[in-house]
């Protein structure tokens, strides 16, 4: 059974995390599609990338939330972590739906995969639980070092600058 704190916790993650998830899911929609429409993955895959955008969202995340909410690094680092996680599943999501529908997209290029050629559905699974695992760390890696990018930052923002009227 989870904590009621462990619970309160993950629902300010996730609140925390509602513009991130709101450009995963403008990515995931945009890889989705440029995959569909049969734009060759050595040319598309770099442009909607979730692992890169989770990684440098995990990184920019801890460091705000260090300095501006206060959050020790683990916390910082469990954030990231939320991050990473809600982004392997919408991969892992998007992987089964290609395979469901019987479509190519990016999501079950054998590229993408780490495989030489076409995998069938339950091998490709494998391979994402195993992404799962490992990018969900690598968020919390990333977290962990932009909580000490957080350091650098100010500790409040810049007051916003007066527009003097001019006569």
């Known amino acids: 059974m989870i904590a009621p704190e462990e619970t309160f916790m993950l629902r300010q993650y996730l609140r925390l995390a509602r513009p991130f998830l709101v450009v995963l899911a403008i990515f995931a929609i945009g890889r989705w599609s ?59 999501l998007a992987t089964a739906l290609s395979y469901t529908l019987g479509i190519d997209t990016y999501f079950n290029h054998p590229t993408a995969l780490n495989a030489e050629g076409p995998l069938g559905f339950g091998d490709a699974m494998g391979r994402r639980m195993g992404g799962l695992v490992v990018n969900t760390v690598l968020a919390g890696i990333a977290a962990a070092l932009g909580w000490f990018f957080g350091g650098a930052l100010p500790d409040t923002p810049a007051p916003a600058t007066r527009r003097e009227t001019v006569a």
């Open 34 to 92: 440029i995959g569909v429409a049969g734009v060759a993955y050595a040319n598309g895959h770099a442009r909607f990338s979730l692992v890169t955008l989770t990684l440098l969202g995990s990184l920019f995340y801890a460091a705000f939330a260090r300095r501006w909410l206060g959050y020790p690094i683990m916390r910082s680092v469990a954030l990231g972590m939320t991050l990473g996680l809600c982004a392997q599943i919408v991969i892992v």
